[in-house]
């Protein structure tokens, strides 16, 4: 039981406390910001395989961004304790380097006991202890107490960094485990960002967010530009507050608006406790969202209630041939686990899980792990579900995936969930941009996520030259009678004209598609095979993996490295948005599809009964004063909005959005001559 009483001759510091044993990290206290005293209060249950190894403490400032301090250490000697008995402990913090400076000292309450039984259960099954083997992301299974809502709106006079006199800044946000990053503004010294990140907040009485400013620089590591700290102790719950923080080790100013909201979005309890099972329950939920109540409080989408059952069949991630599987599930960024069921391929949990839903495009990611003592959690599969395709309380067996969900491993888990969500908050919601997840990792160049994606905009280009071919052959009398039609088609559209005709066209493939999948022919492809996808997985990859680990000190490669994630990621987007325009179109997602028939009908109904030139004034209007009536203001696109709720192929992949079975339609063969051939006739069309 970690107290804490560091006297320290320095400013201020962050304080943490490390524990090992044998040389392996088995304990991480919390972070106390700005203290020389600190009080931890932390209890934790450490398992000891032998009193020889005395117990590692090392204390360090932490440090966001660059390398923690080192503050001091000491050892805490097991065989010098007593059995069953509580004692208090000083520890003095030396640095091995500097034996005679004093940096302070360290208060444990330390008690010996032997181990009897699967001390591991009581480990789990006693809220007071925390299972310390577990990953930073894991181990938040607590119920968080609110939002923090930070909205970066632009930095003043920044430090210039590269040699033209100007930077390219952007600006790193972390709050606990939780992490974000912007967009870098090119060459500026006062970029406009305008971008919107939210937290967890965990603890009632604040925490801080810390936030640091560097200079992306493609030819080596990024420079340091500048951090400074939000206390949220200091600020007004429910209420906006602008924020002109100056940047410390750096010049500037980064504004930003700040809001902290008190909510209680999400809760655990046993299957025996369920709101859902109780009919009053029920119904005050479902009143809660009914269409009367639409327009009361319009972030309220709605609720969904998972029910971890149990799994079966899982892999044997110990030498014993067993596992000791606990389960996480994750909704957007909100993340609640299950206990862990030891030494057990076909762990039962029942557990409930209730989570306010803020977006109904969210994806819900079940993922199965095994608790290892000496190291993170392994990763033993995963299922992801859109809430969309969700069938309310119907228990269904999931097949586990891989962490790519690109094809199954081992076992099954068993899950019922409930979604209650309002169609018209959630069609709003579409139209507002999509809520960024946590960093978890910098992107990696991937020789077969560049072919992927760039096969991905092949197959669109493809489908552009193929149409444009189709048309220009109505040109060529190739058939005349497709000719003819034509002709007359285009005669009576070009004399009868009108502008609502647009969104009234758009409606026709929409119509058509929906009459054909009612009537049982499906024009839906099948995307759960992923060997057109993913092509050949090979060798390769590790070969590339291992070429760029020996290259990985040249600066030369941070270059190419960075170009490659662009082009990479600059393809996948333009593929992406090319799927979502076609499986907007072929239902793949009837709710969007539904959302879109409406919106294109309320515009035809607008652009029929409103002359066009008011219309485009009140645009132009409202254009310009969006500035001047809200200089904050965070830009976005509705129709960019909407087609990013709608899954591309590979998103379709692993989220079972498809319930039929339908072969992939081989792409056509691709060759220099062809794509040649190809433009040739596209130019000539133009």
Same mark, same amino acid.
């Given at each position: 039981?970690m ?19 044998g ?32 117990l ?9 961004g ?65 299972s ?38 952007y ?22 960002w ?37 206390d949220?102790s ?27 909201t ?56 110990d030498?014993?041939?067993?596992s ?11 993340? #609640? ?17 209730t ?38 309380g ?10 790519e969900?690109?094809?199954?491993t ?24 999509v ?8 992107p990696?160049?991937?020789k077969?996520?560049?072919l ?47 502008l ?14 929906y ?18 996808l ?8 590790d ?24 082009v ?18 072929n239902?793949?997602?009837?709710f ?11 515009a ?33 696109n ?39 051939? #190809? ?8």
């Open positions: 039981n107290s804490g009483d560091i006297s320290l001759r320095q400013r201020t510091s962050d304080p943490y406390v490390k524990f090992k044993i040389g392996k990290e088995v304990f991480r206290s919390k972070t106390i910001h700005k203290n020389l005293n600190p009080v931890w209060d932390e209890r934790v249950i450490l398992l000891v395989e032998t009193l020889r190894e005395p590692y403490v090392k204390v360090f400032d932490y440090d966001f660059l390398q923690d301090d080192f503050m001091g250490s000491a050892y805490l000697h097991l065989e010098s304790l007593e059995h069953q008995r509580t004692l208090d402990v000083t520890l003095d913090l030396k640095d091995p380097q500097y034996p005679e400076h004093d940096l302070g000292s360290l208060e444990l309450t330390v008690t010996l006991s032997p181990k009897e039984g699967d001390i591991k259960d009581a480990v789990r099954h006693s809220h007071k202890y925390q310390m083997r577990l990953s930073d992301v894991h181990r938040k299974a607590q119920l968080w107490r609110g939002i923090v809502s930070v909205s970066l709106i632009e930095g003043r006079n920044l430090q210039p960094m590269d040699a033209n006199g100007f930077s390219d800044p600006v790193k946000f972390r709050m606990g485990h939780q992490k974000y990053k912007s967009k870098t503004i090119p060459k500026t010294l006062n970029p406009q305008r971008e919107q990140f939210d937290f967890h907040l965990y603890e009632e009485q604040g925490g801080y967010v810390d936030i640091t400013v560097w200079d992306k620089d493609a030819g080596k590591k990024d420079d340091f530009m500048g951090r400074c700290t939000i949220l200091l600020l007004s719950k429910e209420q906006t507050h602008k924020l002109d923080l100056p940047l410390e080790e750096g010049e500037g100013v980064l504004v930003l608006l700040v809001t902290l008190a909510s209680a979005a999400v809760s655990i309890s046993d299957l025996s406790v369920n709101i859902l099972d109780d009919p009053h329950e029920r119904r005050q939920i479902m009143q809660r969202y009914s269409l009367w109540r639409s327009l009361h409080n319009l972030k309220d989408v709605g609720m969904v209630q998972v029910k971890v059952i149990r799994a079966e069949g899982l892999m044997a991630a030498v014993t041939g067993k000791d599987p606990f389960c996480v599930v994750e909704l957007s960024n909100d993340r #609640l686990q299950t206990h862990t069921v030891y030494k057990n391929l076909n762990p039962e949990w029942n557990k409930v899980f989570f306010n839903v803020k977006d109904i495009h969210s994806v819900l990611e079940v993922t199965v792990y095994d608790e290892d003592r000496d190291r993170s959690a392994d990763f033993l599969g995963k299922v992801a579900i859109p809430l969309l395709n969700i069938q309310n119907e228990r269904k067996a999931y097949v586990l995936k891989s962490k969900l690109t094809g199954p081992k076992g099954v888990i068993f899950l019922e969930i409930d979604v209650i969500f309002n169609a018209v908050k959630a069609g709003l919601r579409t139209l507002t941009p809520e960024q997840k946590y960093i978890e990792e910098e990696k160049v991937s077969q996520m560049l992927r994606n760039f096969n991905r905009v092949r197959r669109c280009i493809m489908f552009l030259i193929n149409t444009g071919c189709y048309i220009n052959s109505c040109f060529e009398w190739e058939s005349p009678q497709r000719s003819i039609c034509a002709f007359v088609i285009f005669t009576i559209v070009v004399w009868n004209f009108e609502y005709m647009i969104p009234l066209a758009l409606l026709l493939p929409l119509a058509w598609n009459i054909l999948i009612a009537s049982g022919k499906d024009t839906r492809q099948d995307v759960v095979t992923v060997e057109d993913l092509e050949d997985e090979d060798e390769d990859f070969k590339d993996d291992k070429d760029s680990e020996r290259k990985g000190f040249m600066n030369k490669l941070y270059a190419i490295q960075d170009v490659c994630i662009s990479q990621n600059a393809l996948d987007e333009v593929a992406s948005y090319g799927e979502r325009i076609k499986n907007t179109f239902w793949t997602v009837p969007l599809s539904w959302l879109a028939i409406v919106a294109l009908v309320v035809t109904i607008i652009i029929y009964f409103i002359p066009l030139r008011f219309i485009v004034l009140a645009w132009g209007v409202n254009k310009f004063t969006k500035k001047l009536r809200d200089p904050y203001t965070i830009d976005n509705e129709l960019l909005d909407f087609l990013s709720r709608v899954p591309s192929d590979v998103q379709m992949v692993g989220q079972l959005l498809i319930s039929k079975s339908h072969p992939l339609v081989p792409s056509p063969s691709f060759n220099l001559h062809c794509l040649v051939k #190809l433009f040739q006739q596209l130019f000539h069309m133009c």
